[in-house]
């Protein structure tokens, strides 16, 4: 047996740069290459080519440094230990970032506050139910007061009410203390309660870097008129720029017998999946 080495390109002359106190959305398909670059921005990784700059910081080459500036979560991973109360995980987190007593005591009242440890501190972690663990790491994560949060798909896998504690913290975090947060998710309802700006990538390229307003009116596909028929067949018919919908309704009505019609707004889902598409092509 011999082992064979392939080279994959996975993030390719990605550029941009992100202000203080603004709420990033970083998105893009499976394998896109988001999660290599949240990894370069924290120092993990070592890019073959290029510059990043965080805080006026080399991630890789400063490492302990930037550590100490940035919170970060990945959502299919903890951060915690096992076999630990969650409190010791956090009493850890806050020796080896040397928080202050003092200051360690208020943070972790401020974070059981937001986030609703208090039931659970005492349970160890690996007892926690996934979402329980998800608001544990978020909480380790700015126990020290980053101003930069990275979060990689920090609502995969929760329930609805466990995503809103956890969008709620975000939008808490980022007001409070002007954290800077650059989010990677594939819930589009996780970007569009949290994000104006996005960054979309495909094959470790970026695709748009702008508003999501913007991106829905340069991107979107047309509104499309949705029609059952009384013999249950269902029709679809694209509403063009400037066409009167009356008009196509009449016509519509003219030929067939309505049961029931609808009309379809694009939405960033469907603009996002258009922009996927061509991007495959
Ligand atoms: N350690 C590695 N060795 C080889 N290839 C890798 C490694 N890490 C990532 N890749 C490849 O690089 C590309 C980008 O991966 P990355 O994990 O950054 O994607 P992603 O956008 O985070 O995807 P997902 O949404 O699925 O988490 C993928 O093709 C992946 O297979």
């Not at 080459?61 to 991973?77: E, I, K, P, W, Y």
């Not at 501190?121 to 608001?135: A, F």
């Not at 980053?146 to 975090?173: C, H, M, N, S, W």
């Not at 009167?244 to 009505?253: D, F, N």
Request: glycine content about 8%.
């Amino acid at each position: 047996m011999t082992r064979r080495y392939d080279e994959r390109v996975a993030v390719d002359d990605v550029s941009f740069e992100i202000p203080e106190g603004e709420v990033v959305g970083y998105l893009g398909p499976n394998g896109a290459g988001k999660s290599t670059t949240v990894k370069m921005l924290t120092g993990i990784l070592t890019p073959t080519s290029g510059l990043v700059e965080v805080g006026g910081r080399v991630p890789w080459r400063d490492r302990s440094a930037n550590a100490r500036s940035v919170g970060v979560v990945f959502g299919q991973r903890s951060q915690l230990w096992w076999d630990l109360p969650l409190i010791e995980s956090l009493r850890l987190v806050g020796a080896l970032y040397d928080v202050p007593a003092a200051h360690f005591t208020g943070s972790l009242r401020r974070m059981c506050d937001l986030l609703g440890l208090d039931d659970f501190l005492d349970t160890p972690v690996r007892q926690l139910s996934l979402g329980q663990r998800m608001r544990g790491d978020l909480a380790a994560a700015m126990l020290y007061d980053p101003p930069i949060l990275y979060l990689d798909e920090p609502t995969v896998g929760l329930d609805v009410l466990a995503k809103q504690a956890v969008r709620e913290f975000i939008v808490d975090t980022n007001r409070a203390g002007r954290t800077t947060v650059v989010l990677t998710t594939h819930d589009l309802a996780d970007v569009e309660a949290l994000c104006r700006r996005i960054i979309l990538i495909d094959k470790g390229r970026v695709l748009y870097d702008g508003g999501i307003d913007a991106l829905v009116t340069a991107y979107a596909p047309p509104r499309r008129l949705v029609v059952h028929l009384a013999d249950d067949e269902t029709r679809t018919f694209d509403i063009a720029g400037g066409a009167s919908v009356p008009e196509l309704i009449g016509r519509v009505a003219a030929e067939n017998t309505i049961r029931d019609l609808s009309i379809e707004e694009p939405d960033l889902e469907s603009v996002i999946k258009q922009i996927y598409a061509e991007s495959t092509r």
